[in-house]
């Protein structure tokens, strides 16, 4: 057993010298005598991890070389300055994200194909979705600064391919490459900071990161719309090259991580390292299952034959996915980590908590602009109070979690700031909200930023660090498939509400077959229709929104179960 697995995450108050049982540990026959053979970086991240370098024991040569190492590379102000020359690149790939929201619609109808131009938004969800886990293994074989910088590339090219596509095909396909990088830039942050601070500051960098994801998803659109408007959508995104190019540069230069024991490997050696069949089949299951998520009951019916297809194919993937990780050496996502309590109940905490809150804000813009007339812009206003829930979320628990060392107490709160958001526009949603009524979706943003940070330092306390890579890359996969789970589940309940609330409102009216046909596939329609119409349809737009905030009800009380039976491990404050 490795010096890793032997050191617990607890609170045992350092005295400055080993016990017996560490002793035990590092002295071990099978140990290098030597230093350098890679055994005590690792031992010394651990340790630091819970008690800090100024603690380590004065006497263990190897542990002063370790600690000597450490405070060259990663002292306070060395992290922060390494780690806000990442930040470029999280706050790029989050306004690209929500930028294409605002050019998609004229990207498509330049080339004379509205219908499709959807695709340019699931393509690059869905390849963000596949790339997601790899990045994980990957940092493990070929390190962390490598994966990071061939993401930037990957999103470089993605962007410049989208900028001078010449058909709507190829700005889906570089689209999908722009969604491959996307998946490391932020992922491989967030995995670096848990290599380098100890667990009392994670969530405190954790909610920067967060803050910068916020912001980037806040002012995208508005950002896209700008420079659409003046220059054309092919410039807003042939501009995004010059800061991606300048986050890279960032990177190689003030980004030293400390040499990994594979670094040693011929790339060949590297190569067979890599479970490629696994990951065929691992990237064929998620796209199957975003595929389901994103186009069912949208795109195509449930009950259709590219439906039925995908199903099929992704339980092939499955089954293969599970034989090959039981049969090979090292898995592209070894299946004991999800039998592991704290992976499996902080995967869990975070789908449904991204779930719920992707419901909800699926349908607020499309209740406003019913109910308020409003355009698209003043629509996506109104979601500005969960933004900034979420940021003031993500500063309160990375403070909390840092000043006690507690990080479950977030996590059980979180899911009940969700139910008093959902029940805030529940009963005070009425149909005609004011701009302060609006601030009720503020407490599902808290909700959303407490809980972001707070499972990932659940998930860092949780595993051995080998496996922090992994389980990372593997909880922002549950991230995006809770995102995408929410917008389809909060758009089928919406419309399929909308219509049964249409179709009772509607019944023995003159017309009334028509005038919900209309009222379905037209917004417009609706806004500009006459006070007796509106008056009969807006009911049914009220039922819908509360529908949602039902199934979200729900879904934050399953998530308030689990979360009040994670693992509660003390870190050492600092």
Not at 423 to 429: D, I, N, P, S, V
Request: aromatic share 10%; charged share 15%.
């Amino acid at each position: 057993m490795s010096p890793a697995e032997e050191i617990e995450e607890s609170s045992r108050p350092s005295t400055g010298t080993l016990d017996e049982e560490d002793i035990e540990t590092i002295v071990d026959e099978s140990a290098p005598l030597l230093p350098g053979a890679g055994t005590e970086p690792l031992l010394y991240r651990t340790i630091s991890r819970e008690i800090g370098a100024g603690d380590l024991p004065p006497d263990d040569a190897d542990l002063e070389l370790a600690k000597n190492e450490f405070k060259s590379e990663s002292s306070s102000t060395g992290i922060y300055a390494t780690i806000s020359c990442m930040l470029l690149g999280v706050f790029l790939s989050n306004v690209d994200a929500s930028l294409v929201l605002a050019t998609y619609g004229q990207v498509a109808s330049t080339f004379g194909d509205l219908e499709n131009g959807s695709w340019i938004l699931s393509s690059f969800i869905l390849s963000q979705c596949v790339a997601q886990p790899l990045y994980g293994k990957l940092a493990d074989v070929y390190g962390r600064k490598a994966c990071l910088q061939a993401s930037y590339v990957l999103f470089a090219l993605g962007t410049l391919g989208t900028g001078i596509g010449r058909t709507l095909l190829e700005v889906i396909i570089w689209r999908a490459v722009q969604g491959c990088g996307s998946a490391g830039m932020t992922s491989m942050v967030s995995i670096i900071i848990a290599d380098l601070v100890p667990l009392h500051d994670i969530a405190t960098l954790r909610s920067y990161v967060n803050i910068l994801q916020t912001t980037g998803r806040s002012c995208g659109g508005v950002i896209g719309g700008a420079l659409t408007y003046a220059f054309g959508w092919r410039w807003a995104f042939i501009i995004q090259l010059p800061p991606t190019i300048i986050a890279m540069l960032l990177v190689q230069k003030r980004l030293h991580l400390p040499r990994r024991t594979s670094s040693g490997l011929t790339q060949w050696q590297k190569l067979r390292r890599i479970d490629f069949l696994g990951s065929l089949f691992l990237c064929t299951l998620i796209f199957c299952a975003c595929f389901i998520l994103d186009t069912g009951g949208q795109k195509y019916p449930w009950r259709s034959q590219p439906i039925y297809i995908t199903a099929a194919a992704g339980a092939v993937s499955l089954l293969g996915f599970v034989i090959t990780a039981n049969v090979v050496a090292e898995p592209i996502f070894p299946l004991r980590l999800l039998v592991e309590y704290a992976i499996i109940t902080n995967y869990l905490i975070a789908f449904l908590q991204v779930l719920l809150q992707f419901s909800l804000m699926s349908v607020v813009p499309l209740y406003f602009q019913a109910t308020k007339k409003a355009n698209s812009a003043q629509a996506g206003a109104y979601l500005v109070p969960a933004f900034a829930g979420n940021t003031i979320g993500g500063l309160i628990s990375g403070y909390f979690i840092k000043k006690t060392g507690l990080y479950k107490p977030m996590t059980v709160i979180s899911p009940l700031f969700a139910v008093l958001c959902m029940c805030l526009c529940y009963f005070t949603w009425n149909g005609d909200t004011s701009v302060f009524g609006s601030l009720a979706i503020l407490p599902g943003g808290l909700a959303s930023g407490m809980v972001s940070s707070s499972i990932f330092v659940g998930l860092a306390a949780g595993v051995r660090e080998e496996d922090m890579a992994l389980t990372a890359s593997g909880l922002y996969l549950f991230f995006n498939l809770g995102a995408i789970a929410g917008a389809s589940a909060g758009a089928a309940v919406y419309h399929a509400s909308l219509r049964t609330g249409l179709a009772h409102a509607l019944a023995g009216v003159e017309n009334g077959a028509e005038i919900m046909r209309k009222a379905l596939s037209d917004i417009s329609y609706v806004q500009n229709a006459s006070d007796r119409i509106r008056e009969l349809i807006m009911p049914a737009y009220v039922y819908g929104l509360h529908q949602v905030n039902l199934q979200s009800i729900v879904c934050a009380g399953v998530c308030f179960v689990i979360a009040v039976f994670t693992q509660q491990r003390r870190i050492k404050r600092k």
